[in-house]
């Protein structure tokens, strides 16, 4: 299977808390992505990051990328409640036009 | 405006039942895809066209057709369903061909098969 994997599943912090979750997978890349998803609603895009990228900054969101390990992390950096959600990463494979989705990990962020 | 419109949000029907999911999408957009999201929230892609070509047909049953009349609109149609169809489908489109980048998600339309 082309999926990858997150981790945790779930995460519980209290608000003001840093939140990290990792992704791993298992191709050679073009782009990792990072969604949110609250719920019942769709998916929405945060950050991307390129193969030969290896950090990216985007508010309150921190994104790592190590090719050779085949994994990324997000950090979202003091947390509030709005936060809390569903996030996934997607990549992009170098040998196809699809974004494969990892499982998720549910993030509540407590007041 | 709403980037990606998916319709209906909510479908409830019987086993056996014929049903359509619609997509448009207003971004000007080349290529639209559709997902399936189970019940433990992992997301799997079905179909992708470009400019009304297919051009990603992963392993799903041939009783889900999809139909792109043009490149802004792409939808999905569903024969015979069985219960293992129930699940949230999403509809997204990309700008450009080839390695997808950034993807847009309509809100999901959430069919549940009796």
């Known amino acids: 299977s082309q999926q990858g994997e997150e981790d945790p599943q779930a995460l519980s912090i209290q608000e003001g808390e840093n939140a990290t979750m990792n992704c791993s997978y298992k191709?050679?890349?073009?782009?990792l992505q990072w969604y949110r998803q609250n719920s019942g609603r769709g998916l929405v895009h945060l950050i991307l990051?390129?193969?030969?990228?290896r950090e990216k900054h985007s508010g309150r969101l921190r994104v790592t990328l190590d090719t050779s390990k085949k994994s990324s992390s997000l950090l979202i950096t003091a947390s509030r409640a709005a936060d809390t959600a569903s996030y996934f990463c997607?990549?992009?494979?170098?040998?196809?036009?699809?974004?494969?989705f990892g499982a998720g990990t549910t993030v509540t962020v407590r007041a | 405006d709403t980037a990606v419109s998916q319709t209906p949000k909510y479908l409830v029907t019987q086993m056996g039942n014929d049903k359509s999911i619609k997509c448009e999408q207003n971004?000007?957009?080349?290529?639209m895809y559709w997902y399936k999201q189970d019940s433990k929230k992992f997301l799997k892609i079905m179909f992708s066209?470009?400019?009304?070509?297919?051009?990603i047909n992963e392993t799903v049953p041939n009783r889900f057709s999809p139909k792109s009349p043009d490149k802004a609109h792409l939808n999905l149609h569903i024969n015979s369903l069985e219960l293992g169809d129930s699940a949230v489908y999403f509809c997204?489109?990309?700008?450009?061909?080839?390695?997808?980048?950034?993807?847009?998600f309509g809100e999901g339309s959430r069919l549940t098969v009796l």
């Open positions: 971004l000007g957009h080349d290529t």
């Open positions: 990051i390129r193969s030969n990228e």
């Open positions: 066209y470009n400019n009304k070509e297919l051009i």
């Open positions: 191709t050679s890349i073009n782009n």
């Open positions: 997607a990549h992009s494979s170098t040998n196809d036009y699809k974004l494969s």
């Open positions: 997204a489109s990309s700008q450009g061909s080839g390695s997808p980048g950034e993807l847009f």
